[in-house]
């Protein structure tokens, strides 16, 4: 089924004279982790907004096109009803916890939404056991590092148990460690309970290595849709995009080594096929270890 369709969407900001979303047809069925990639300023912020229904809820401008999640559109439904089937997670965790401490922060997101105390309970300690902060319940916020109130921002997000959770460059403030864990999550969130996943993020190492789909937006358009292989297998226009091809993908281009989806976008993929590659030349890879040492 299609969670989101997205057809001929332009989009411009009130007072700008420039499309921020530029004809942009787009669609992501339930269960898939896709991944959207692109420079500053390329428009995920403002997609992401428009899958929310922050656009046109919130924000002003001229839109045209279609934006259906669930087969609804987003203008003709209303902000309360999308949140429940869409959980939204932006760039700024600083910003967006809000309470004083993690339980409340969890709650905040279900209030409102018509649950009973045992429902509200239930779905508290499931969504900080998800994201791993089961024993953080009764932490003050501002305690928290800055990964682990991203991983609150997802928890609060996920509460609900929305079918699709929309994440804005959730791990932009934080190290290749908290990001790995923040990926790890979303991973789990997508395995074991089939929540689709959408998130937009600029580190297309990760990216790269967990999404089952990715797209590649230029200026409101976009320039590339596919397998995160079939992606970034295209160097050159990546290169001309500014979007960072990862290095271990890079070095398997170079070589000539993991041909159309076997091209390594993890570490551990790309030693295995470099450490074949010099086997076939006959050099061992201790060779080479000895050879640096
Ligand atoms: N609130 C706004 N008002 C006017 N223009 C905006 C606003 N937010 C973003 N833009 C413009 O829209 C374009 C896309 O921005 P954005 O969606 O934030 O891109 P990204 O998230 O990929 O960096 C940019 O040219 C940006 O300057
Ligand atoms: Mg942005």
Known sequence: MGVLEIKDL???YGGS??????GLSLRVDEGEFFGITGPTGAGKTTLACCINGLIPHFYRGRLQGRVLV?????????????ARSVGSVFQDAESQVICADV???VAFGLENMGFSPREMEERIQTALELVGLSGFRQRPTAWLSGGEKQRLAI???LAPLPRVLVLDEPTSELDPLGTREIFQVLRRLNREMGMTIIIMEQK???LAAFADRMLV???GRAVLEGSPAAVMRQQADLDRVGVRVPDVARLALMLGIGRDENLPLTVDHGRSLVEKWLQKRGQSPFHTGKLIS
């Open 103 to 105: 339980e409340q922060e």
């Open 217 to 219: 937006l230029e200026a």
């Open 70 to 82: 669930f087969g609804e559109p987003v203008g003709e439904s209303t902000p309360a009803r999308l």
């Open 155 to 157: 928890a609060a997000a």
């Open 17 to 22: 004279d420039t499309p921020a979303l530029n």
């Open 10 to 12: 332009y989009f411009t």
């Open 204 to 206: 297309t190492d990760y």
